[in-house]
């Protein structure tokens, strides 16, 4: 009678193969529920009454950005971020202005409370004449072992970029710090 | 012919030809996976994923961030300014900075606007930078949801109003929560 109406039964599992529409509250269980599981749903979720809120990781993945970083001018940026989160990766755009540079400078990624290690870094080569130059930096799978250090982060806290300021020229750099608030 | 009677109405389960009606709370002991629609009438509470191959419908909370420069913290008309992407409307909840530099003997307070408007009538949402901050230094403000709103489009611009001594640069970070 269950198999008819919709109801199969596997050795660890109730199998509705219809629609299943909720009336009331989804609620937990004492132990194994809906509450500590996973659920997926291949058609849509609606929600009708209250919110969709992520309670763990409200924020979608994010990116800080610090513009306007000179070769040739050594300077530290702090960054301060809005949510507890990993910085996977680290994206530059360089704009080089004349010719013939040979120099490019060092950006380290440093906790400004822990000091400044030569943990994470990124290479930014020399400007090209006119040319505009991308590149990246992904955190963690490299060989900078101490990128950790920089890479995790929590809400409100600031981390460092350091422009060596060793470059030559007149370039520019933009960087783009990619964050994701779960890996 | 639906069940009206007997053992599974009495448990609040009704079923038709195409429905599986819960007229109670349900709960489910291990994952819920529904290969069609899920419709709720109410609240569900999930710690672990959720993943839906498919459409979201509803009001969904979520965040994300804003980021602008000043420039100079000194001067009350160095600006710094954003617009709000598409389908990035919600309120303004929470405002940080962290400066660039020493701000020297006096601090300061940063201004927010929303096209404009100042959305502190008294200051109650600027950000205090006190006297003798150093570089990386954070600050924040927070404001109660739904109280300033975006929309796609609108212009948020932050700016010192009250000037700090030294001309350093200050990193503006605005959350703007969706709900």
């Known amino acids: ?183 | 012919m639906a069940t009206t009677e007997g053992e599974l109405a009495r448990a609040g389960i009704v079923i038709d030809d195409t429905t599986v009606t819960f007229t109670r709370a349900l709960e489910v002991s291990e994952d819920l996976i529904v290969q069609g629609s899920l419709s709720v009438g109410n609240d569900v509470a999930i710690t672990g994923d959720l993943k839906v191959l498919g459409v979201i419908t509803g009001t969904v909370q979520s965040k994300y961030c804003l980021q602008m420069k000043i420039e100079d913290v000194s001067s009350a008309v160095s600006l710094g300014s954003c617009v709000v992407p598409s389908f990035g409307g919600g309120s303004i909840t929470k405002i940080w900075t962290v400066l660039q530099g020493d701000i020297g003997a006096s601090g300061g307070s940063i201004a927010t606007h929303i096209n404009g408007a100042d959305i502190s009538a008294a200051n109650e949402h600027d950000v205090v930078i006190a006297n003798s901050a150093v570089a990386g230094d954070v600050d924040s403000a927070t404001v109660a949801s739904g109280t300033h709103t975006v929309a796609a489009g609108d212009c948020i611009m932050v700016h010192p109003s009250d000037t700090g001594t030294n001309a350093v640069a200050l990193q503006v970070v605005v959350e703007i929560t969706q709900a």
């Open chain 1, 1 to 183: 009678m269950l198999a008819r109406q919709g109801f199969r039964t596997k050795r660890d599992r109730v199998v509705l193969n219809k629609n299943v529409y909720v009336e009331a509250d989804v609620t937990p269980a004492i132990a194994k529920s809906l509450v500590a599981h996973d659920v997926t749903i291949n058609g849509g979720l609606e929600v009708t009454v209250g919110t969709i809120q992520q309670v763990i990781t409200p924020f979608k993945d994010f990116a800080l950005t610090v513009q306007d970083i000179e070769l040739d001018v050594p300077k530290i940026f702090y960054l301060v971020f809005p949510a507890t989160c990993f910085i996977v990766a680290a994206r530059y755009s360089i704009t080089g202005e004349g010719a013939g540079h040979t120099t490019g400078c060092i950006l380290t990624f440093s906790d400004p409370f822990v000091g400044i290690p030569a943990w994470g870094h990124i290479d930014i080569p020399a400007p090209a004449d006119t040319v505009q130059l991308t590149g990246s930096y992904v955190f963690g799978t490299s060989y900078h072992a101490g990128d950790i250090w920089f890479r995790q982060v929590m809400v409100s806290q600031v981390r460092t970029v350091i422009c060596n300021g060793l470059g030559a020229g007149d370039g520019h750099v933009d960087l783009t710090l990619e964050c994701q608030t779960t890996l």
